[in-house]
């Protein structure tokens, strides 16, 4: 099969093209021949051995990148019985761990996947995965954002951002989204109440009493978040990297603070990602695709931190 590893850590020229076996399966996973997969920051921060997972990673050979897919199931393990060979599957696979998406056929834990809807492309339901899954997890799970809650999103129009924006408005949240001017009317047309542009104007002095900041900035982007919330307020923040003056912060007005949030595959939660889908709740956009050999393309695009929605590979 054709497979894109990981020869060292660095830049996009350390990617290689080659052939490798099928992988095999195990009793309880499923093999998936892939169509699109999508590129998310930690794939550049792992690339360049900038986040936590790549010492765990490093230790793999081959390394393959990657763990969001839609393709195609064309084996199943024993102990599978919620799908079959033919059916059209997408998940966020293996996360926090080795998921081996570079790949044309990928070895995925059931447990992991859910049924493609009919009507999205499979690109599409790629673009649907880690990103969609980060944020309906920050306003599930992480914390509880609740009907009439007025939620700040910073970096709004990125990947995770935009299914923020409208999973917090399916969720019944008053919604601010930050970004910068161009994309204002982007994040209104996807359910944003307000926008605030971020290049122009200082939020921590126009906004007060929030309930819940999803912050995805990092630095002193935390604190500042911190300064417009509730006591008791929530905030979930993305990048790792806290500090002690963070935390200390966060607990002088007793928020419910969630310094790095952690994404995990779960099919339960694709399930719901996957109904939203279907019903036309949520839509991704997709700002780039790219075909399979113009892989570091794809680094480069999503590397100019000026993305808006997500980066799509077609294989």
Known sequence: MKAIVLEKFGGVENLRYTTLRKPTIKSDEVLVEVRAISINPVDIKVRNRQAPLAEELAKEH???????????????????????IGDEVFGMVNFIGHGKAYAEFVSAPADHLALKPKNITHS????????????????????????????????ASGGVGHFAVQLAKYLGA????????????????????????????????????????????????????????KPFGTIVTLPSGFTSEDENAAKR?????????AVFSSGTAMQTIASLLEKKIIKPHISHVFEF?????AHLQLETGRTVGKVVVRL
């Open 124 to 155: 599409e339901a790629a673009a649907s995965t880690l990103a969609a899954l980060t944020a309906w997890q920050a306003f599930t799970c992480y914390g509880k954002l609740r009907p009439n809650d007025k939620v700040l999103i910073h970096a």
């Open 253 to 261: 007005k007793h928020l419910h603070a969630c310094y790095f949030m």
């Open 293 to 297: 050999n113009d892989i570091a393309k």
């Open 174 to 229: 008053y919604v601010i989204a930050t970004s910068s001017a161009a994309n204002k009317d982007f994040l209104i047309q996807l359910g944003a109440d307000e926008h605030l542009d971020y290049q122009t104007l200082d939020f921590e002095k126009t906004l007060h009493d929030l309930d819940f900041v999803l912050e995805s900035v990092g630095g002193r982007n935390f604190q500042k978040s911190v300064a417009v919330l």
């Open 62 to 84: 081959p390394l393959i990148l990657g763990w969001d897919i839609s393709g195609e199931v064309k084996a199943v393990g024993p102990s599978v019985t919620q799908f079959k």
